[in-house]
């Protein structure tokens, strides 16, 4: 391991662009599948990258952490497994510690370079490095799990995630890389379209809004609507492989995505189906009209264990859950029904049918697996663009990340929700208005004076 503080200050930095401050380590792999020369050439990436910044005590410090089965001070290689949730704690706690240089209120950055899929857990270590602040670039090489590169990354995973087709292009995405470490103002010098205000990133940017609007699906325009109103029903995976204590997670998992919904009987509906070798419908979307009654429910549902039948999950979802008799509201009022799928594995039947048949009638469906889901099941099931309706983690303690992340609040311009609202000084809203105001108001008394003068006129007659 290189500390910080001993890399050597440039010693032209008018020609270095301006990254800094910022505390940098890189977490490079040894493991045996990296060859020797391999090796050097991501030694190569390092300095290449190393050569465009301002390195110094008060602008940027660099450390560097090779890993295979164990963490090694050495910066040659160290031919053995690759146990990359051990090195990111050891950068957490020893890299980025003030002993070894790292200063305080100056960002922390990490960039990972591995070439396999780890021997040992990643999510939650990287989850709770990226939650000390530990800003997380995952840099795959040949071999390299896309699944595990996302574990480790932070959001957004454009911007921090990264596949290298071989090492023999690892110096050609370099130069390519460099700028996401440069302190360039990126809202000066790309046209980023936000409504409101644009924030520089190293390397890219953000849109936020004025207070009491909210950043809308594009990114970069404001508005004020807080949720739709939606009938959202969420498959949740009750097989033996994901066993009690991970199916209390789970149930966590539903009542954080409830939590960001306005739930009532007019606005957001939620049911809740559970499957294993069966399907059983726990609640239907008519059944809770508050956020409160529906977290209840979810606490009291019983594990079902046995197979994996997300097929038939679907189907039923499709055939029942999303009827009008559980509660989903008809099709003519343009409330968005949205499918949620939760599943831990491979499914023991055919999903084809039915995840087709889903999104042709309608429903936008998303996909969460978790441990040795299937990502291309989950594909299949998810609707497009795939990147904004998959999830995925290797271990159950990272489901809320997803939670949190989850954008199931669209604002549809043509949902009607429950209630319509008319104004009342419309044209057809004032007929409407006549027309119901006509029989009791007009109809009525000149009915009763009809009858008067009749009486008047049988008067006048008889008296002759």
């Known amino acids: 391991f290189v500390p910080l503080l001993d890399w050597p200050a440039v010693r032209d930095p008018a020609q270095k662009c301006k990254s800094g401050p910022v505390d940098l380590v890189f977490l490079i792999d040894s493991s045996r599948s990296v060859r020797p020369h391999e090796f050097e050439t991501m030694r190569k990436f390092m300095i290449d990258i190393l050569d465009t910044l301002d390195i110094g005590p008060n602008t940027t410090r660099v450390g560097v952490v090779q890993?295979?089965?164990?963490?090694?001070?050495?910066?040659?290689?160290?031919?053995?497994?690759?146990?990359?949730?051990?090195?990111?704690?050891?950068?957490?706690?020893?890299?980025?510690?003030?002993?070894?240089?790292?200063?305080?209120?100056?960002?922390?950055?990490?960039?990972?370079?591995?070439?396999?899929?780890?021997?040992?857990?990643?999510?939650?270590?990287?989850?709770?490095?990226?939650?000390?602040?530990?800003?997380?670039?995952?840099?795959?090489?040949?071999?390299?799990?896309?699944?595990?590169?996302?574990?480790?990354?932070?959001?957004?995973?454009?911007?921090?995630?990264?596949?290298?087709?071989?090492?023999?292009?690892?110096?050609?995405?370099?130069?390519?890389?460099?700028?996401?470490?440069?302190?360039?103002?990126?809202?000066?010098?790309?046209?980023?379209?936000?409504?409101?205000?644009?924030?520089?990133?190293?390397?890219?940017f953000y849109c936020v809004c004025p207070e009491g609007q909210l950043l809308q699906d594009d990114g970069k325009s404001c508005g004020t609507c807080k949720s739709a109103n939606?009938?959202?029903?969420?498959?949740?995976?009750?097989?033996?492989?994901?066993?009690?204590?991970?199916?209390?997670?789970?149930?966590?998992?539903?009542?954080?995505?409830?939590?960001?919904?306005?739930?009532?009987?007019?606005?957001?509906?939620?049911?809740?189906?559970?499957?294993?070798?069966?399907?059983?419908?726990?609640?239907?979307?008519?059944?809770?009209?508050?956020?409160?009654?529906?977290?209840?429910?979810?606490?009291?549902?019983?594990?079902?264990?046995?197979?994996?039948?997300?097929?038939?999950?679907l189907k039923h979802m499709l055939e029942n859950s999303f009827s009008e008799a559980e509660g989903a509201r008809p099709t003519s009022r343009n409330i968005p029904r949205i499918g949620l799928v939760f599943t831990d594995g491979r499914s023991q039947d055919d999903i084809t049918e039915y995840a087709k048949k889903a999104k042709e009638a309608g429903i936008t469906m998303y996909a969460v697996g978790v441990g040795k889901a299937v990502e291309d099941e989950l594909r299949e099931i998810a609707s497009e663009p795939v990147e904004k309706h998959f999830y995925y983690t290797t271990d159950f303690t990272a489901i809320s990340t997803i939670a949190e992340n989850l954008k199931l609040n669209v604002c549809p311009e043509e949902s009607q929700g429950e209630i319509e609202v008319?104004?009342?000084?419309?044209?057809?809203?004032?007929?409407?208005?006549?027309?119901?105001?006509?029989?009791?108001?007009?109809?009525?008394?000149?009915?009763?004076?009809?009858?008067?003068?009749?009486?008047?006129?049988?008067?006048?007659?008889?008296?002759?």
Not at 78 to 104: H, V, W
Not at 423 to 451: H, K, N, W
Request: hydrophobic share 40%.
């Open 67 to 204: 890993y295979s089965s164990q963490v090694r001070s050495e910066s040659s290689p160290s031919p053995q497994g690759t146990m990359t949730g051990l090195a990111i704690k050891y950068m957490m706690n020893m890299a980025f510690s003030a002993e070894e240089g790292d200063r305080p209120k100056v960002p922390n950055v990490a960039v990972i370079v591995t070439d396999g899929r780890p021997q040992d857990r990643v999510a939650e270590v990287a989850a709770e490095a990226r939650d000390k602040g530990i800003e997380i670039y995952a840099v795959g090489v040949a071999r390299a799990d896309m699944t595990s590169l996302r574990a480790m990354a932070s959001p957004p995973f454009e911007d921090h995630v990264f596949l290298v087709e071989s090492f023999d292009l690892i110096h050609q995405f370099g130069l390519q890389f460099q700028d996401k470490l440069c302190d360039v103002d990126m809202c000066n010098t790309v046209e980023h379209g936000c409504e409101h205000q644009c924030v520089s990133t190293p390397g890219s």
């Open 422 to 464: 008319k104004d009342p000084c419309a044209c057809e809203s004032l007929v409407e208005f006549q027309q119901c105001l006509y029989p009791s108001l007009i109809r009525s008394p000149l009915v009763g004076m009809t009858a008067r003068l009749e009486q008047l006129e049988n008067q006048l007659l008889s008296r002759k």
């Open 230 to 313: 939606i009938d959202l029903v969420l498959l949740i995976d009750g097989s033996k492989s994901v066993r009690p204590q991970n199916f209390e997670l789970v149930k966590k998992f539903v009542n954080q995505v409830v939590d960001s919904l306005d739930i009532s009987a007019h606005g957001t509906r939620v049911g809740l189906v559970q499957y294993s070798s069966r399907v059983r419908t726990e609640f239907p979307l008519n059944m809770y009209h508050s956020a409160d009654e529906i977290k209840a429910a979810v606490m009291k549902v019983d594990y079902m264990e046995k197979g994996t039948m997300t097929g038939l999950a």
